[in-house]
Each structure stands twice: as C-alpha cells, then as structure tokens.
C-alpha cells in the first residue's frame, strides 16, 4: 500500500491514503469479533468464513440487510459516532434470529463525504461492539468517500449479515396456535426506527434541543434517543435450545400492527393486555408532545417491547426462567386468539 497514493484523486476530493488509515485504525476493533471460522482478515476482496455443519444436518442459511436511517442525523448533531454501529448490527442479526438462525458474520458498507480515519474507526468500534454482541464476526466492509455527494461531515451505514439454522428448526409460525402465550423482550428504548417522526416530533434541528435535559427521562434528550438498539440474539438461540418456541417478532418499524402478525398463521390473531406494557417514558414524552394518536405510537415504534416471542402456554414459567437467566427481564402481554383481527389492543 506504501506505494499507492493519487495527488489528483485526492484534488478531486478523495484521499485514498486516509482510507488506509482508518482500516489500520479500526484493525484493532475487528480483532475483537473473530469467531472460529473465520479465514480471512481485513484487505481482501472477500471476507471468507468457513463453515462448521457437524451439528447441523440439513443448513439453511438466512440473510438479512438493513441501516441505522436517519437515527444517523442525532449523531451528526451529537457529534457521537461510536453506537450507531451497534445499531446497525442490530438491526440485521435481530431480523434473523426472528427464523431461529444463529448469526455468523456481519460486513458493514459506510459512505461519506470525506474519509476521517478517526471518525471512521468510531463508527466501525460500535459495529465490532454489536458484532461481540451477537457472536458474529466482523469479515468485511466497505468505506466510500463520496465528495460532492455526501456533506463532509456526514455518512450513511448499513449492514449485512448471514446466519445459518437447521431447516427442521426454522421458525416459520405454523406451529402458532390459540392459547399461545406472547412475551416482551424489553427495549432499550426508541432503538432505530421511527426517528423522520422523532425528530419532527423534537424539532431537532441542532444540539440545544438534545442537549435539553428532561426530568421525566433523568437524562438529556440525546442521550435517550442515541440509546443503541439491543441484540437479542445469546438469550434467543438459549431459549430456542431449550424451550419450544412457536414464533418471534422483532417490533421494528410498523410498530405492534406490522410486525406481531408475521409470526401468525392464517386465522389468527394477537390480543395484548395493553396495561401489562411497561412503556418508557420516552413514549409517553413523544405522545404528549407531538400530539400523536395513540395507535400512530403503536404502529410507528416498539413501545418498551424489542422483541415479542410466542410460546405454549404451559412453557411461559420455564421461557421465563430462561430468559430471565439470560439477562432479560421477559414478561407476558397477551395471547393468541382465533380471528383474523391482526392485532388488537
């Protein structure tokens, strides 16, 4: 690389040498995410992972893709670029563990304006961060500096990750039936979806207004909407090895009406006991503000709920347990009913 360096590629407004700064700068993050299986490091054209089936007769693997939206305009303004990686990760590895399918490896595609090697390495510690979370290696990536394209000191981040489950365990809620319990994962907060109505909600416009610090929250404003989005994946695949689980849902964006019906079959329906919700305060402080209807909450965020799994009734206290051992404070909200309502509240 010692050789490579364009003075009229950098005129143009991309300095290609900084790129190599920030991948030796991020090295160290990367490191962190190594899983067996891994057979590549940084600096190929491909991240190569080899695959362990002993334990797994007929694999099936599972892909999912998606970004951190515009959550990414509070950390412009916060100037704070090091949970939105988390994010990021998050929002992958959440989507497939809803099939039952254990992450295995992440890559991350971030486009700026222009490459600062530092800002860059923040960004990549939040996703190798994530990455530790899930047990999922960190295997590629790709940064694009973007001048003319991109304001300077502003990026966009999304991710890809790939999981593997046995095709005998997939998740795919025909086993759903009448009398199923639905339980919480609770969230960590807004998590990553929702923030166009958040943000015209706060009318966030510049830091005053996130640096604003709320009594009913105990925090500033930003540091409550920056909160990075939980990874569920450990405490799900150790339910999934122990109880049997008829369907999950991860509460993204749609909120309750959109996401609790895929894990449904046909006929049937979600009933959730709105008063057993322990909804954070930050809900209730976007509701009240902004003036929206209670059902645009309910359909636009997760409400306190991360993730809502489905059980058989007399499985609740043992799914519970493991839960709770796992580190999540689970709790029931409802049950499925016949009918083809969707959701009702």
């Excluded at 709320?214 to 405490?235: A, D, N, Q």
């Amino acid at each position: 690389m010692q050789q490579s360096h364009s003075n009229s590629y950098k005129a143009a407004g991309v300095d290609i040498t900084a790129g190599y700064e920030a991948v030796r700068l991020m090295q160290q993050h990367v490191a962190r995410t190594m899983v067996p299986g891994v057979l590549s490091g940084l600096g190929g054209f491909g991240g190569l992972f080899g695959l362990d089936l002993s334990e797994t007769k007929n694999p099936v693997l599972v892909s999912g893709t998606d970004g951190v939206g515009t959550k990414l305009r509070l950390a412009f303004l916060m100037q704070k670029h090091t949970t939105v990686g988390i994010d990021c990760v998050a929002m992958c590895v959440n989507d497939i563990i809803c099939s039952g399918a254990k992450p295995l490896f992440f890559l991350d595609y971030i486009a700026c304006g222009k490459n600062e090697p530092t800002r860059i390495a923040d960004i990549v510690a939040g996703i190798a961060e994530g990455c530790v979370q899930a047990g999922c290696a960190l295997i590629g990536g790709e940064t694009a500096e973007m001048p003319g394209f991109y304001p300077e000191d502003e990026y966009d981040l999304a991710g890809f990750a790939v999981g593997v489950v046995d095709k005998t365990k997939i998740l795919d809620n025909t086993k759903t039936q009448p009398g199923d319990v639905v339980l919480a994962l609770p969230s960590s907060g807004v998590h990553s979806n929702g923030f166009s109505l958040v943000r015209k909600i706060f009318n966030l416009q510049d830091s005053t207004s996130l640096a604003s610090y709320e009594e009913e929250l105990g925090r500033p404003l930003g540091e409550v909407l920056l909160e990075p989005t939980r990874i569920y994946v450990k405490p799900i695949l150790e339910l999934l090895s122990k109880v049997p689980v008829h369907g999950i849902s991860h509460i993204t964006g749609g909120g309750f009406y959109e996401n609790l019906p895929r894990c449904l079959p046909k006929g049937l329906s979600v009933k959730i006991n709105e008063e057993s919700l322990r909804i954070p305060p930050i809900f209730g402080l976007m509701e009240r503000v902004g003036g929206i209807p209670k059902r645009d909450m309910f359909n636009t965020f997760n409400m306190g709920v991360g993730m809502a799994v489905v059980v058989p009734a007399n499985k609740v206290e043992q799914a519970l347990q493991v839960l709770r051992q796992a580190g999540e404070d689970a709790y029931a909200i409802g049950e499925v009913v016949a009918g083809d309502q969707g959701v009702l509240l």
